[in-house]
């Protein structure tokens, strides 16, 4: 019967239903069609095995419409801390049936389970049309990620799972239409309807139904309440115009960033160009106890170190908690990054009360990991500062100056949590308190010299970022490295072979092998083979991005590394720093030992295990890609 | 018009192709009654008509997807509009969503009904409430292609309480089962979708036929009819 075409209203709504989930969400309405119309539907009872390895080779595609699917290995089956459980829109086994093998996990059902099933024939079809859909398939690691940061959000936490996580796109996060008024309504008009629709904000449009301003709660208090603003006058004059926009395809943890990085409380979705809802910042962290948003301002407002030092330490409880709902990597960094940017800033703020050097023209550097915003929970300072060479000026006064002041805010800084520099490579530092000219004499000098030290200083230099004053500097002494390091192979030459140093812990067998009591180091072994050979890679391309992955993404098209094969790399490193985050949280909280970035991969769950060795497999892939370029 | 039960009413003239389906599908054997009930295939089907009164109203569409070994093949379905002289009424279109110009460029009903025959062939059928689709079906193929279509029809409207006995009281109509088991329905009282949800319904209810006394497909049937009695007796 399968030459049969479904009714269209039949394949619409199996589609509907689809695209609630990726990768159906971003595939062409065609192809989705396509796939949906050869979908069988299919009941599991609870506890029921779908499929085991007894199922003999796997020729169908499993899409649970809704319900929960149970991944465990067989011989496992009563240790659930081994298992992931899949969901609504999750597909399964997609390796077994692309290889076209029995699989080695068992599916159960652990509730009542509606699953579509896809036969291998319109797999492959969808397959070779769709390349949304065939990345989303051959991603295997991506795919396990996914499953992994599940895994993390259950063994932290007991509560229901809120479907929503933080890469979900702002779309589903959309709890209602937007009520929007004319901007010429009265305050009474819109106060009158918030009332009687109970809602938070309202979105004023003009005469073309654009969207110009949004008012909300809070406004009320001090805007119109506070301010003694007659409530007859037009919304327009109380209202913020220009409200933040994001597209319905943005990540929860874009809006999240943008509300952090601007103080915003409400981010205007669009779709295509139409308005449709609001996001909060509550219907962002509703289940977080702190909000970024009153984090950041805390941190803005902080009058002293101790006030900012506490501040310090909510940020990493709130990392801790976002951690604990399984927010990616990623986004977690990004975040701590941020509030400790802030952090960062406040202190200089606070220091530059005491100290008159705002006229030096000074910029405060990042770098390393807060260079390239790759901060773990465990960070401690790396910072330099950089002054322009100003006519008429002083330099040693000057300098003299900014190290009384950098004194100051590395001290502050070691207050909030960021321990000093055990290398003491801290503005404080006269060797790292350079002018722009002095900075240009040093890079060089390394690059013509390259020797081990030389190439340690660039390990942790290159990777520069500016966090307080004139970013000018920062970029002009970024466009003399990229200028400069291009004409010297031989510094990149060195920095390879030294880069190719520590192979990733992979067995002759593709197993990872530990070290002392089998242990491996996160930190040595893996992050920073990524981190390194994305430096060199983009040095040598002339990319001027600083994060890894920023790095990854901008030179992979540049030197013909495929898509797939950038997207593999950036998700094993993000989940290498995941487990890094893991490992020093599960420190914090009194699990003992001194080095926060060693783990026993034993100790790993079996799914995390795999993902591990699949990441060690990707830092060896781009190690050798880096050493055929410099034919190490 | 004469009334369905006089013998000697001349059979409709039908085209070639359409008399063809028909003639087939009085040769095909009856489906096999011993067969488990999970096994094999059940055809679930929907109609909309012009109002809920079987006997006056027209029919307006048929709706219907197979539930095949316990899984519902997407593709294994078939949806037609009757062409209509003139369109129902308004309040009638806005139940069912079949628009004026739909109905009157519908397919003709002799051929739309004759191609239903052939999809269902003689597999027992399934609907909720299935004295409703029963009789409309069974006029309109009456009027228009001069069969009697008399199957075998599980109701879950009977059957559902039985495999539930703890929600039979709370539960009444469709709309209710599918609540309680979180069954989507993309639009509601549109024949294929209503086909869609009654037929995950009765993936729910498959599993239990042993259960319930009713091992074979026959004794579902049977269990089925004999309740409608019981609850309505």
């Known amino acids: 019967m399968n030459e049969r075409q479904p009714p269209p209203l039949l394949t619409a709504a199996t589609a509907d239903v689809l695209r609630k989930h990726a990768p159906f969400d971003a595939m062409r309405e065609a192809d989705l069609v396509h796939l949906a119309a050869g979908l069988k539907l299919r009941y599991f009872a609870k506890d029921a095995v779908i499929l085991s390895p007894e199922s003999g080779r796997i020729d169908s595609l499993f899409i649970i419409q809704r319900g929960a699917v149970q991944a465990e290995e067989p011989s496992h089956v009563s240790i659930n801390a081994l298992a992931a459980t899949l969901t609504d829109g999750e597909v399964f086994p997609v390796g077994a049936l692309i290889a076209g093998r029995a699989t080695t996990l068992r599916y159960r059902a652990l509730r009542d389970t509606f699953c579509y099933v896809l036969d291998e024939a319109r797999f492959r079809e969808v397959m070779a049309r769709s390349p949304e859909f065939h990345a989303f398939c051959t991603r295997r690691l991506a795919a396990l990620l996914a499953a992994s940061t599940r895994g993390t959000r259950e063994a932290y936490s007991n509560r229901a799972a809120d479907e929503l996580t933080m890469a979900s796109p702002l779309r589903n996060a959309i709890r209602h239409a937007p009520v929007t008024l004319p901007e010429s309504a009265s305050v009474r008009q819109v106060l009158e309807l918030m009332k009687t629709k109970r809602i938070g904000s309202i979105v004023l449009a003009d005469g073309g139904g654009r969207a110009t301003g949004i008012f909300t709660q809070t406004d009320v208090l001090n805007r119109v309440a506070l301010a003694g603003q007659p409530l007859d006058r037009p919304v327009s004059e109380v209202m913020t115009r220009n409200p933040a926009t994001l597209s319905a395809a943005s990540a929860l943890s874009e809006a999240a960033q943008l509300m952090a990085r601007r103080g915003f409380r409400h981010v205007l979705v669009l779709d295509e160009d139409r308005l449709i809802g609001v996001i909060s910042e509550r219907d962002l962290f509703g289940l977080q106890r702190l909000s970024m948003q009153g984090l950041r301002k805390d941190i803005g407002r902080a009058e002293s170190v101790d006030a900012l030092a506490f501040a310090a330490r909510e940020v990493r409880e709130l990392g801790t908690a976002m951690l604990a709902q399984g927010v990616a990597a990623e986004q977690l960094t990004q975040f701590v990054s941020a509030l400790n940017d802030a952090v960062t800033e406040r202190a200089i703020e606070l220091a530059m009360r005491d100290h008159d050097v705002a006229a030096t023209g000074f910029c405060w550097m990042g770098l390393g990991s807060e260079g390239r915003g790759e901060q773990t929970l465990a960070t401690d300072q790396d910072n330099a500062i950089i002054f322009p060479d100003l006519e008429g000026a002083d330099r040693e006064a000057t300098r003299a100056r900014l190290l009384a002041f950098a004194d100051e805010v590395n001290r502050s800084l070691d207050a909030c949590g960021f321990p000093l520099c055990k290398g003491n490579i801290m503005a404080r530092n006269p060797d790292w308190c350079l002018s722009l000219q002095e900075w240009f004499a040093r890079f060089d000098d390394w690059i013509r010299n390259s020797d081990p030290e030389a190439l340690l200083n660039a390990s942790i230099f290159f990777d520069f970022r500016s966090l307080h004053g004139d970013a000018g500097l920062v970029e002009q002494l970024r466009e003399f490295l990229l200028a400069n390091v291009k004409d010297r192979p031989v510094f990149l030459r060195q920095m390879a072979s030294n880069a190719a140093q520590t192979r990733p812990p992979l067995g002759l067998f593709g197993d990872i092998v530990g070290g002392e009591g089998g242990t491996i180091d996160l930190k040595k072994q893996a992050a920073r083979v990524f981190v390194d050979c994305a430096r060199i890679l983009a040095l040598s391309a002339g990319v001027g991005a600083v994060s890894t992955v920023e790095r990854l993404r901008l030179t992979g098209p540049r030197i013909r590394m495929s898509d797939d094969d950038v997207a593999a790399a950036i998700d094993a490193f993000h989940f290498v720093q995941m487990l890094r985050l893991r490992a020093q949280d599960s420190l914090d909280r009194g699990a003992g030992a001194s080095e926060p970035n060693r783990i026993d991969p034993d100790t790993l769950n079996s799914l995390d295990r795999r993902i591990l060795k699949e990441s060690l497999r990707q830092a060896r892939k781009l190690q050798n890609r880096v050493g055929l370029d410099y034919q190490l | ?233």
């Open chain 2, 1 to 233: 018009m004469l009334p369905s039960f006089w013998p000697f009413r001349r059979a409709p003239r039908l085209p070639e192709e359409v008399a063809e389906l028909v003639a087939r599908w009085r040769r095909l054997g009856e489906y096999d009654r011993g067969r488990p009930a999970a096994k094999g295939r059940w055809v679930v089907v929907d109609v909309e008509s012009s109002g809920l009164d079987a006997v006056n109203d027209r029919l307006i569409a048929v709706g219907a997807l197979a539930v095949v070994d316990g899984s519902v093949d997407l593709a294994d379905s078939f949806e037609v509009i009757l062409r209509q002289d003139a369109p129902s009424d308004v309040e009638n279109i806005e139940v069912h969503g079949i628009g004026g110009t739909e109905q009157t460029e519908g397919e003709d009903p002799a051929t739309a009904l004759a191609a239903f025959l052939d999809f269902v062939g003689k597999d027992p059928l399934v609907a909720f409430h299935a004295p409703f689709d029963a009789t409309m079906l069974r006029r309109a193929i009456d009027a228009h292609l001069g069969i009697a279509f008399k199957r075998p029809w599980l109701d879950l409207a009977d059957v559902a309480p039985l495999a539930w006995p703890r929600y039979a009281s709370r539960l009444t109509g469709l709309d209710d089962w599918l609540e309680a088991f979180s069954i989507p329905v993309a639009f509601r009282h549109r024949a294929i979708a209503d086909c869609l949800a009654t037929a995950q319904l009765m993936l729910l209810v498959l599993p239990q036929a042993p259960a319930m006394g009713a091992a074979s497909a026959g004794e579902l049937v049977a269990l089925s009819e004999s309740n409608r009695w019981l609850s309505q007796g």
